[in-house]
Structures are given as C-alpha cells and as structure tokens.
C-alpha cells in the first residue's frame, strides 16, 4: 500500500525508539479540554513494559522541547489474572483526580490516582467490555478484546462531574490475526467520589474508516483541540490490510466524531526496523506536527517512536 499522493504533511525526522529502552508508548497527560498538560517544557509521558508475562504501566517526566525523559515509576499493575494493565489515555480531572483508561486484555479498564505518578488503584465498577455486533463482526464476544485509545472529546465539565467521549477500538487478535474497528463511548467521572462510569456507546458506532480489504483500522490517536491539518482536525490511525504490512493512517475533518465528510489518507509506511506503528499521539508547533506513537521493531520490542512531519 502506498503512501497517499498531495498529503499535506511532509515527514522531516523519524525516530523508532526515543526512549533507548522496551518501552511501549501508552499516551500522555491530557488536561478536560483535549490539551497535553505541559508546564515548561515537561509533561508527563505513560508507557507500557513486560514484567514476566504481564505488561505493566508507568510513567516519566517528559521534555516536550528535547524529547528527553526523566527516570519511570510503575504507576499500575495487572490485577491477579490478568495478563496486562496498559494505561492508554490519562485525564486529569481535578486537582487531585487523574483517571485513566487502560487496557486489561478484555475490555477498558478505569482506575483513578492522586496525581501523574501516583499509583493508579482500578474503580471495580466501571465495566467496558465487548458486546455482540459491530465490536465482534457479528460473531460471538470470545477471542475479542476492547481498547481505549488517544481520541477524546469533552461533553461537560461541572463543579461536580466531568463527562467526554472517549476513543476505543475493537480488537481480535487469537486466531484469524488481527481485526478491529473504531468507535466512541461516553464517560462520567464523578468529582467528588472519583468514580468512573461508562454511560453509552456512540449510536454512529463503529467509525467508518475500513476498506472492505483491510483486516483493521483501529488503535486511533488524539484529537487535541489545537492541533490542525490543512485547517482541519486530524485522527490518526493504523491500518492492517489483508496482505503487506500496517501503515499509518490519516483521517482529516471538520466533524469532531468523524462521522461525516471525512477525507483518508495513507499517511506514511514503516520506516528502518519498524514492523508495527500504532496509539498514535500529536501535538502541534507552529507548522510542525510531532507524532509520537508504539512501535514494535523487528527483535518483537515495544518502543515509543516519533515522527515529526512539516505542515504544508
């Protein structure tokens, strides 16, 4: 599959591991509105690393001017049973209130901390998991999986509650190898008592970004509101197509859900030891668009890759 023609972004440096260690990108900080939180220069950046044969969630200070970071600490861990616990999206909600979405091997797992690197304890009763229809092509839940992602949209945010819709993506990846579309579920986290709760799914569920060829689009990235491609918003997202290897995708459009008049683009091709790009992250300077998302290279590790591209 080839790279789209006319894009309106130029690739200028592509860095497959900016950490120099098997750590997977999970997502950064984001503020209620849709924004990194960033204070001089520094934010905080979540990863994913394998500890035994259980993925775990940490966190580090990260310089958004150099791309350096600082020293991780584990943030959250598998509860027993589990096999993963990767944070994918962390909210700060309040003060003292950060929430995020993460993934535990069957569906979006909600768990709330006292700050950014603070250790992350799971609210039991937010339960996301997949249901029959669009999420499992039709089929029976078993073998598929839900993940939340990068894509945020703030719906209200009160003294009391703050709810948004959140980015997820379906997943099946047991038998017949990787499958998956894109959706949207709305979220509440209660301010007081912290609790997360999962109010609805999208009525224009799943996102219609698959070619009737393609195995996947899935594994989306944020929409933070001030980033802008060719005067619209931007969604990243990989695609897996029946044969050849996943690219990046690009959707561009004045919707917010990207549900109508939505143009696609193949954005770009795995570069140097790349094999997989995916949980794509952008921001924003001046006419620069930075990219940061996982990469799986060819060892089969995990790291968090970048690719910062001109806006034409």
Same mark, same amino acid.
């Given at each position: 599959?080839?790279?789209?023609?006319?894009?309106?972004?130029?690739?200028?440096?592509?860095? +497959?591991?900016?950490?120099?260690?098997?750590?997977?990108?999970?997502?950064?900080?984001?503020? !209620?509105?849709? =924004?990194?939180?960033? =204070?001089?220069?520094?934010?905080?950046?979540?990863?994913?690393?394998?500890?035994?044969?259980?993925?775990?969630?940490?966190?580090?200070?990260?310089?958004?001017?150099?791309?350096?970071?600082? +020293?991780?600490?584990?943030?959250?861990?598998?509860?027993?049973?589990?096999?993963?616990?990767?944070?994918?999206?962390?909210?700060?909600?309040?003060?003292?209130?950060?929430?995020?979405l993460?993934?535990?091997?069957?569906?979006?797992?909600? !768990?709330?901390? +006292?700050a950014p690197d603070g250790q992350f304890s799971r609210d039991d009763d937010f339960v996301f998991i997949p249901e029959q229809g669009w999420e499992t092509r039709g089929g029976r839940a078993d073998g598929w999986s839900l993940e939340s992602n990068g894509a945020y949209l703030l719906y209200s945010d009160t003294a009391q509650e703050t709810i948004f819709w959140q980015g997820y993506d379906s997943y099946?990846? /047991? =038998?017949?190898?990787?499958?998956?579309?894109?959706g949207w579920a709305?979220?509440?986290?209660? =301010?007081?008592?912290?609790?997360?709760?999962?109010?609805? /799914?999208? !009525?224009?569920?799943?996102?219609?970004?698959?070619?009737?060829?393609?195995? !996947?689009?899935?594994?989306?990235?944020n929409l933070a509101v001030d980033v802008t491609v060719a005067g619209k918003k931007p969604f990243f997202y990989y695609i897996k197509p029946e044969t050849g290897p996943i690219v990046i995708g690009m959707a561009l459009g004045n919707d917010p859900f990207f549900v109508n008049d939505t143009e696609h683009f193949v954005l770009d091709i795995m570069l140097g030891e790349e094999e997989i790009a995916e949980k794509f992250e952008a921001l924003q300077v001046g006419n620069e668009l930075i990219l940061f998302y996982e990469s799986r290279l060819e060892d089969k590790s995990w790291r968090t890759g970048l690719r910062r591209y001109k806006i034409l």
């Open positions: 599959m080839n790279v789209s023609p006319n894009l309106p972004l130029k690739l200028i440096e592509h860095r +497959s591991d900016i950490l120099g260690e098997a750590h997977g990108f999970g997502g950064f900080l984001f503020d !209620a509105s849709g =924004k990194p939180v960033i =204070k001089n220069g520094l934010g905080w950046l979540y990863t994913t690393a394998l500890a035994g044969e259980k993925w775990e969630s940490w966190v580090r200070p990260f310089n958004f001017r150099t791309f350096q970071a600082g +020293s991780p600490t584990r943030v959250l861990l598998p509860r027993p049973g589990d096999d993963r616990a990767v944070l994918h999206h962390v909210v700060a909600i309040a003060e003292e209130l950060f929430v995020g993460y993934c535990d091997g069957l569906g979006v797992g909600a !768990a709330i901390a +006292s099946y990846y /047991r =038998k017949d190898g990787s499958l998956g579309d894109l709305k979220v509440r986290v209660e =301010k007081g008592s912290g609790r997360v709760s999962l109010l609805n /799914r999208h !009525a224009r569920n799943p996102l219609a970004f698959r070619k009737p060829d393609w195995r !996947a689009a899935r594994c989306g990235g």
